[in-house]
């Protein structure tokens, strides 16, 4: 008995952490009050990067789950727009504050966009 040969490779090893990555963003949605929606978002966003893994995902896929996490980041521009206006960037880090949903907005959309990164990313890696 040896050592084995095959070992995984630098690309495996980082889609093997950004879905341990999204894993826990997923969790941690949990306690929100629209955190089924946000599990789900991360949850797939996770298992594409674990899939990819073990085998190769088709580019429409990819392509389609591109197209939903840009559309839906747009939805969230505004309230970044809001955010960039404001004088206290760091409010973006602390609670919740009802009478400024433009944290939440903010956050969901800096969320959606390193979703959509992490997917563009995996397009990118599916041509090769």
């Not at 095959?6 to 999204?22: A, D, E, G, H, M």
């Not at 505004?78 to 004088?87: H, K, S």
């Amino acid at each position: 008995m040896g050592i084995p040969t095959k070992t995984f490779s630098l690309r495996k090893i980082f889609n093997l952490f950004l879905f341990v990555l999204f894993t826990a963003f997923a969790y941690v949605q949990l306690n929100d009050k629209d955190g089924v929606l946000w599990f789900s978002i991360y949850g797939v966003v996770a298992l594409v990067h674990l899939y990819v893994v073990f085998k190769t995902l088709n580019r429409s896929i990819l392509l389609l789950f591109m197209i939903g996490l840009a559309i839906y980041s747009a939805v969230h521009i505004p309230y970044f727009v809001d955010w960039i206006q404001v004088q206290n960037k760091s409010e973006l880090f602390g609670e919740m504050v009802y009478e400024k949903p433009y944290l939440e907005g903010t956050r969901e959309f800096l969320g959606l966009v390193i979703a959509l990164v992490s997917i563009v990313y995996q397009w990118r890696q599916s041509k090769k």
